[in-house]
């Protein structure tokens, strides 16, 4: 990274000291991650912008549905800064709240939202987490979707999984031993969601059609084709993999689970990991001794992780040392209320 832009923001940093707390996701930039105070993955970081409420700023380099959740654990007077305004994530834009009450308006009708208790992945806004929080659901995380799942399947005998087909899926049927006709597939954009009243009334999993982009795109062939290249090769993925492709694989779990399975991986060992690119070129790069690939041959980024680069994160904390504070991200009080109590209720799961 540009040796001027890397001094001026260790100045900056140096100049706000404690003030300045900076997070950073997995998935972000080496010229990024360098200036983190704490690295993780959504859930590790939620509880770090809720563990630090002395520091004035939170400098949250990741994607905008982060910086709401860290918006609505700090205190009032905590700002939540995201370098880049742009830096959404097209999952979270899947779901939007207006699409989700008509799916529940829908239930309502079917008189089967007694039994459903809503679940939304942290991979969405602050507002379809409000509703999760109004209608006595639960955020989850890719660590802890199984727990939240236990302890929802507890509350009701549905579950109306938000917005990542995927994990909700994956976790149903690899880890809690759900049939896959046990899940059916709400799709916002066909009338009634494109489901009878029976399929509604039957499944135990309403999932709704959303996905990641960048792990959409591994596939079967990606883990034959390794396979096949590759004797021995452990295949780990992230459960925001399409079914057949977690199914096929050896090792499933979220960021900070990779990390430490790598990390913990015998010397010599080959290791395909089906995740975000950053964060797997990092990886192969900290381990020369093991053999760390990609899991498919064409290369994915997330692309909106990715607009955090260092001229962002420079032009933040020189705002904020001249004492203007740049693209703050803010909850209304009423939304970030319900949602609270849906991030509560994950953070407190047992
Ligand atoms: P983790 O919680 O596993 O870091 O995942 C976040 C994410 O956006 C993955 O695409
Ligand atoms: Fe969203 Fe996928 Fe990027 Fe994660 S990797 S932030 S789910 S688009």
Redesign the pocket.
Known sequence: SDPDLVARATAAKAALGDRVFVLGHH?QRDEVIQFADVTGDSFKLAQQAAARPDAEFILFCG?HFMAESADILTTPDQKVILPDLAAG????DMAVLGQVETAWERFEDLGITGEIVPVTYM?SSADIKGFVGRNKGVVCTSSNAKRALDWSFEQGSKVFFLP?QHLGRNTAVLEMGFDLDDCVLYDPHKPGGGLTDDQLRNARMILWRGH????GRFTLESVREVRERVPGVNVLVHP?CRHEVVRAADYVGSTEYIIKALDAAEPGSSWAVGT?LNLVRRMALAHPDKQIMFLDRAVCY????NRIDLPHLVWALEELVAGRVPNQITVDPDTAHHARVALDQMLALP
């Open positions: 998935y994607v994530c097209s999952m979270a991979n990542d990641c982009s960048v792990h925001e975000e997330c692309s909106t992780m």
